[in-house]
């Protein structure tokens, strides 16, 4: 078991170490050194930077020393909380992504334990009342929920906020609360808007989580084990719960791990959509205007989240499965 | 066996243990219905072995499902009834008493509380018959918990003690294993003892040891005979092999297309057998005594399509003794041709 998990948690290190040479070759991207460019930038802007600054920066990020001490130099800046400037914003990244990171982790999470919410008892509903009128409603909304583009889901439901409750529907936040300090009329005010980006984020997901769910309970129910179960006078609802779903499950489970990151990349147009304040839109603009330090940084923090999650979901997995357990020792 | 005026099975007698009477437990899919159960009849004695015997398909499972109320959908009973003697609650305050299963609803309270506790199960496939991620004494403990009035640690207790009555080694550390930790013949005595932890007055083993190899299926006909007899339960053995029943029964149904086609005390269906299909399974069988050079008979024809019963008496489009305009008009019904001795043929009427 304890093997098992610091066996994943060894794969989790390496796969973060991976994506961190990963964002370094993104930040390494544009032509000319970093601060080559970052004086450029301030030029282009009337600001000047002073040849002692310039010196400084050149000895803090290792430029012009070979490319693994500029590595080095740069993990160690990243791990001290110094995630470098913004070209485009002129403001060290830190400041740019603020509040956005965890903001985005919300979201994704709580799109994430909506669609268990409701893809799970669903799932289980169609699998054990299979052709029933339910079953076939669920896969024909389903269908829906994966056949529709989320963001027009969000013009839709925008749309409908107006019309109808002339309410915003869009953001995250009341706009008397956005630039706030946090406090817990804002955690309120927060939480009263997710459930919008959350469903509109997380029903492609869950109509396809519906259908794994229903496919994995169909097999299992099938197996003598349910049998055995219903002849020892089970209620059938215990029978169910304890012994297929259990099963089920594990398949289910390991797909948190790329659910994850599908929901925050998926995010970026519904983001816009709805002008929530996640990193995103910020990551798509990075992107086009090659502000690299930042670009560098979202995807890093990112992977560093799918990776956590994909750890979660390895142990939920040894918990729901003891024989991974067993296959180890 | 009780008769009627015209020599048919009726109503239980008294002292039967399960009496089932024309039970038919049909499941309707869009190809039309497959009618697995068609009109099953046989009774089963207090502490009595019962086989039942029948090709492939003919509903022996079906039967048995039917028995405890866990046919799969939409398989249902649509007729017939299943008269089991409950147990006599403790302190004999209220005496055993006749219920007929059949009208319970399947998954009620009553159905359950008899289900695990005064009938069990166990089964054929010994691989899948546990579940793979629950240990061996967790599914054990809930059934005995579930039943009897014993808390977690009681009921672990009472776990390892069945374990070790069946033969299970070192039972404290099996408890707390996966069934793929157990090899076939440990897993099929881990169900016995599951089967057994609440003490039933009947025990159903569907083909218990048609997945063993030879050596573990003779230990565990043993097992069952040596716990039989401790135990006083009755046993409705369901099997192709006509060995084990020869081994195992006092009585024999045989089967045929959802139907039982004749019942009589082991003795006379291997030397008097009276149902002309009774009589093809056994030239088709090897048997001890046979001479070398005698030849087996394979029986002539083969099973009809579920969904394509013929009419009249399942059997006549293979039978030896088919009589035209009688056999394909009419089914005949169970009836005594001997003290014990029921068949279900025209020959016989
Ligand atoms: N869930 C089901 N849905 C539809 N038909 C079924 C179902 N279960 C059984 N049947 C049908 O009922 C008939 C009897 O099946 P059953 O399993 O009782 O046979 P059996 O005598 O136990 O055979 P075997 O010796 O192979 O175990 C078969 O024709 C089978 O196709
Ligand atoms: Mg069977």
């Known amino acids: 078991m304890l093997a098992y998990i610091g066996r994943r948690a060894l794969l989790a290190v390496f796969t973060v170490w991976a994506i961190s040479v990963l964002a370094f070759v993104i930040i390494q991207l544009p032509p000319g050194d970093y601060v080559t460019s970052y004086i450029a930038q301030m030029a282009a802007s009337g600001s000047v930077v002073s040849e002692e600054e310039a010196d400084n920066l050149r000895i803090q990020y290792g430029l012009g020393r070979p490319i693994y001490v500029q590595y080095y130099k740069w993990v160690k800046l990243f791990a001290e909380g110094n995630f470098g400037m913004s070209m485009e914003w002129k403001r060290p990244v830190t400041e740019v992504i603020g509040d956005r990171l965890w903001l985005t982790m919300v979201v994704a999470v709580s799109a994430l334990l909506l669609t268990w919410v409701l893809a799970l008892p669903i799932g289980i509903y169609s699998a054990v009342r299979q052709y029933s009128l339910g079953d076939y409603a669920a896969t024909f909304v389903g269908f829906i929920g994966l056949a529709v583009p989320n963001f027009l889901l969000a013009l839709v439901l925008l749309y409908l906020g107006f019309t109808l409750f002339n309410a915003n529907t869009g953001g995250l936040f009341s706009v008397e609360l956005q630039d706030a300090p946090w406090s817990m009329a804002k955690a309120w005010d927060l939480l009263k808007h997710l459930p919008i980006p959350a469903l509109i984020l997380g029903l492609a997901g869950t109509a396809q989580q519906v259908r794994i769910m229903r496919a994995n309970l169909l097999d299992e129910l099938r197996k003598p084990y349910v049998v055995t179960a219903r002849s020892k006078g089970l209620t059938e609802g215990r029978v169910i719960l304890k012994y297929p779903v259990r099963l089920a499950l594990n398949p289910f489970a390991s797909t948190i791990g790329y659910t994850l990151p599908y929901i925050v990349s998926g995010s970026i147009i519904v983001s816009l959509v709805l002008g929530l304040p996640t990193v995103g839109p910020l990551l798509l603009r990075a992107l086009i205007a090659q502000d690299m330090f930042l670009a560098g940084t979202i995807v890093l923090l990112l992977g560093v989240m799918t990776v956590i999650g994909t750890l979660v979901s390895d142990i939920l997995l040894v918990w729901i499965d003891p024989r991974i357990r067993l296959e180890d020792s | 066996m009780a008769v009627d005026s015209k020599g048919a099975l009726t109503a239980a007698p008294r002292e039967t243990l399960l009496s089932v009477r024309n039970l038919k437990t049909y499941f309707p899919q869009d190809e039309g219905t497959v009618k697995a159960v068609d009109g099953v009849s046989f009774d089963l004695y207090p502490g009595g072995t019962l086989g039942i015997v029948g090709e492939s398909g003919c509903g022996k499972s079906v039967t048995a499902r039917s ?57 054929q496939e010994p691989r899948s018959s546990f579940s793979p991620v629950h240990t061996i004494g967790n599914q054990i403990d809930e059934v005995i918990m579930l ?64 997945a063993l190899d030879v050596t573990t299926q003779t230990q565990i006909l043993a097992l069952m005979r040596q716990l039989q007899q401790e135990d006083g339960m009755a046993i409705m053995l369901i099997t192709h092999d006509l060995g084990v029943i020869a081994e195992m029964a006092r009585d024999v149904a045989v089967m045929y297309l959802g139907r039982v086609v004749e019942q009589a005390p082991v003795d006379e269906i291997f030397h008097a057998p009276r149902h002309p299909y009774t009589q093809a399974l056994l030239r088709s069988i090897p048997r001890i005594r046979s001479g070398p050079r005698e030849r087996l008979t394979p029986i002539a024809g083969s099973v009809p399509h579920p969904y394509d019963r013929p009419s009249g008496c399942p059997f006549h489009p293979r039978c030896p003794e088919f009589m035209p305009g009688t056999c394909d008009r009419q089914a005949p019904s169970l009836r005594l041709v001997g003290d014990q001795h029921a068949v279900s043929c025209f020959l016989y009427e």
């Open chain 2, 147 to 210: 039943h009897q009035q014993l808390d977690r640690r009681q009921a672990r207790e009472k776990t390892i003690e069945m374990l070790r009555r069946v033969g299970v080694s070192s039972p404290e550390e099996r408890v707390n294993q996966l069934s793929n930790q157990l090899s076939g013949g440990l897993r099929q005595r881990a169900m016995i003892a599951m089967a057994l932890s609440c003490n039933p007055s009947l025990l159903i083993a569907d083909e218990p040891t048609t």
């Open chain 2, 67 to 123: 028995i405890l109320g866990i046919v799969d959908r939409p398989g249902r009973i649509v007729e017939g009834e299943i008269h089991f003697r409950r147990r006599a609650i403790d302190g004999g305050a209220e005496a055993d008493r006749m219920v007929d299963l059949a009208t319970l609803a399947p998954n009620g309270p009553e159905m359950r509380a008899v289900r695990g506790a005064e009938i069990a199960l166990i089964f």
